[in-house]
């Protein structure tokens, strides 16, 4: 099975940078998604890391580590409008389409 | 088109009723998913669709019946709920196989039961 570990809750400025972690323990899988959902709202697609390494789109960049079992999203130039919970996903390589979601990490932008 | 429609946004049903929940994409998509979301938790993976074909039943209980009658739409039977089902009911769609593995949720069902 899948397991991935977010910290609960972050606070940041805004215009500031945060990093937002997730650590997981698995049997195998493509690759890192990560998905901002606003309260009330849809999980919404940020980004995603087939290989190691950093993804950068835009204010958002993602980084994988597989030796290291761990990855993170990075916000830049934090905005009000990114207060959200941000979740990592991850899917088996066991085939079937099978998608676990991370804890969640609910961020909270502040002034 | 890359939008997710579900129907009907909030839903309150007794523990002795019948409802569907229903989606729709036509996004070309061959990979419908529905998944339970309850307050401050990620959601939870219910049923994966994959070409037509259940491929996926995260042992989920059989007072929720998922059916898939075309490549584009995706119900949820409901029959005999019980309280503790009342949650947000999230309906996505994903290439098989793409290279970036992004799935498109919809707006999703509120479900409150009674």
């Known amino acids: 099975g899948q397991s991935l570990e977010q910290p609960s809750e972050v606070t940041a400025v805004e215009g500031a940078i945060v990093q937002i972690n997730c650590t997981y323990q698995?049997?195998?899988?493509?690759?890192l998604s990560w998905y901002q959902q606003h309260d009330g709202g849809a999980p919404t697609f940020l980004s995603y890391?087939?290989?190691?390494g950093l993804e950068e789109t835009g204010r958002f960049s993602s980084f994988l580590s597989r030796s290291d079992s761990y990855g993170y999203l990075l916000l830049q130039e934090l905005q009000m409008k990114d207060s959200a919970s941000y979740f990592c996903?991850?899917?088996?390589?066991?085939?079937?389409?099978?998608?676990?979601f991370g804890t969640g990490t609910k961020l909270q932008v502040i002034p | 088109d890359t939008e997710v429609t579900q129907t009907p946004k909030h839903l309150v049903m007794g523990m002795t009723n019948k409802k569907s929940l229903k989606c729709e994409q036509h996004?070309?998509?061959?990979?419908m998913y529905w998944y339970k979301q309850k307050a401050k938790k990620p959601p939870e993976l219910m049923f994966v669709?994959?070409?037509?074909?259940?491929?996926i039943n995260e042992s989920v209980p059989s007072r929720f019946s998922p059916e898939c009658p075309n490549s584009s739409l995706l119900n949820l039977h409901l029959h005999a709920l019980q309280p503790e089902d009342s949650a947000l009911y999230l309906c996505?769609?994903?290439?098989?196989?793409?290279?970036?593995?992004?799935?498109?949720f919809g707006p999703g069902t509120r479900l409150t039961v009674l």
């Open positions: 996505a769609s994903s290439q098989v196989g793409g290279p970036t593995d992004t799935q498109y």
């Open positions: 698995t049997s195998g899988f493509y690759g």
């Open positions: 890391n087939a290989l190691d």
């Open positions: 996903a991850v899917r088996d390589t066991g085939g079937y389409q099978k998608v676990t």
């Open positions: 996004m070309g998509h061959r990979a």
């Open positions: 669709y994959s070409y037509e074909k259940l491929s």
